[in-house]
């Protein structure tokens, strides 16, 4: 069974960080893309950063340069570091996993697996 676990998620101050991970079991091998979607209240779903098995990665203008998405294929893990975060980044931050794919998309209904989710919440 496919399960996706996110944590990492709290409340900071703006221009600071936080590193959200995602812990993916039930896959095989690590040739699959996941990535960081993220949807604020009011607002649709959007991408934020994913990435293919072989690290080819894409982000969203809006966190180019600020945000970095890495994988540990040992660990089955995905992480987002998150850094000078704006009021604006605050969300509720997804992780999705797509086994059958070979390059990354910011397509969300291209993710058929999805976890719980975790708050980002950003102060001014």
């Known amino acids: 069974q496919v399960q996706l676990v996110e944590s990492g998620g709290g409340s900071v101050r703006a221009g600071g960080s936080l590193r959200l991970s995602c812990v993916a079991s039930?896959?095989?091998?690590?040739?699959?893309?996941m990535g960081w979607f993220r949807q604020a209240p009011g607002k649709e779903r959007e991408g934020v950063a994913t990435?293919?098995?072989?690290?080819?990665?894409r982000y969203a203008d809006s966190v180019k340069g600020r945000f970095a998405i890495t994988r540990d294929n040992a660990a089955n893990t995905l992480y987002l570091q998150m850094n000078g975060l704006k009021p604006e980044d605050t969300a509720m931050y997804y992780c999705?996993?797509?086994?059958?794919?070979?390059?990354?998309?910011?397509?969300?209904?291209?993710?058929?697996?999805w976890g719980q989710g975790t708050q980002v919440t950003v102060t001014s």
């Open positions: 039930g896959y095989t091998g690590s040739q699959y893309c």
């Open positions: 999705a996993a797509d086994p059958n794919c070979w390059f990354p998309t910011m397509i969300e209904s291209m993710y058929p697996d």
């Open positions: 990435m293919a098995g072989s690290n080819i990665t």
